[in-house]
């Protein structure tokens, strides 16, 4: 079935540090990609989406770039933010007669002043 | 700017006991979901309504879970008896019917159930 596998964390960075997270997938078809963000204590936010190979979802700095060829929608920002710490999802919607989301395990980012 | 709806925030229960969570999508979303979110782990979807159908509970372990949402609008979850692996957090998404909106679902804030 499908599934997607994200890097452990925590991954801890100073200010302005770059970041990447890395996301692969299994999927048959053509996925619909997506970053959610969820800080302490809320329920998720959609971070940035993807929906076919070479598009390139953005906002608030991050960036992922669907790459049907590697199977990967890595999550970048350039320099982050203490404001960023929180738990960063990797997800991808399959198709078919559902939309449900298949979440990766999450990765926690602290970003350190 | 609309929200997803859920109550109680927190529930506390003894293992056993009957728990009920509600959720209000926000207004024309077609499309409501539950997920499960065990703690360090990525959500899991548990049942999934288009207006007032199931469409897919296949993860729903329906001895002891059940969902409706009578009218198409709010929904609500109930366990029972609760146990002690029911402890996470049961997260709300909603999104519109069809087309490409369809793949942004807006997460509730979620219910954190603790089971003692």
């Known amino acids: 079935g499908d599934s997607v596998t994200q890097m452990e964390g925590p991954v801890t960075l100073s200010e302005e540090a770059f970041l990447t997270i890395n996301c692969t997938y299994t999927?048959?078809?053509?996925?619909?990609l997506f970053w959610y963000v969820q800080y302490p204590g809320e329920g998720l936010q959609l971070l940035l989406k993807a929906t076919k190979a070479d598009d390139k979802g953005s906002n608030k700095g991050f960036e992922a770039t669907y790459r049907k060829e590697t199977t990967s929608f890595h999550l970048e920002k350039g320099s982050v933010q203490v404001s960023d710490s929180a738990v960063y999802f990797c997800?991808?919607?399959?198709?078919?007669?559902?939309?449900?989301?298949?979440f990766g395990t999450g990765t926690l980012l602290a970003v350190q002043p | 700017e609309a929200e997803v709806a859920q109550s109680p925030r927190y529930k506390i229960t003894e293992k056993s006991q009957a728990v009920a969570f509600w959720c209000d999508p926000i207004?024309?979303?077609?499309?409501l979901y539950w997920y499960r979110q065990i703690l360090g782990q990525g959500p899991e979807l548990l049942v999934q309504?288009?207006?007032?159908?199931?469409?897919?509970d296949s993860q729903l372990p329906k001895d002891r879970f059940s969902a409706e949402r009578l009218k198409g609008v709010d929904s609500t979850l109930k366990i029972q008896p609760a146990e002690l692996g029911d402890s996470a957090m049961y997260l709300c998404?909603?999104?519109?019917?069809?087309?490409?909106?369809?793949?942004?679902?807006?997460f509730g804030p979620g219910t954190r159930l603790t089971v003692t």
């Open positions: 997800a991808l919607v399959g198709g078919g007669a559902t939309n449900k989301l298949i």
């Open positions: 998404a909603s999104t519109h019917r069809g087309g490409a909106a369809a793949y942004e679902q807006y």
């Open positions: 999927a048959t078809g053509y996925p619909s």
């Open positions: 207004s024309g979303h077609a499309t």
């Open positions: 309504f288009q207006d007032e159908s199931v469409v897919d």
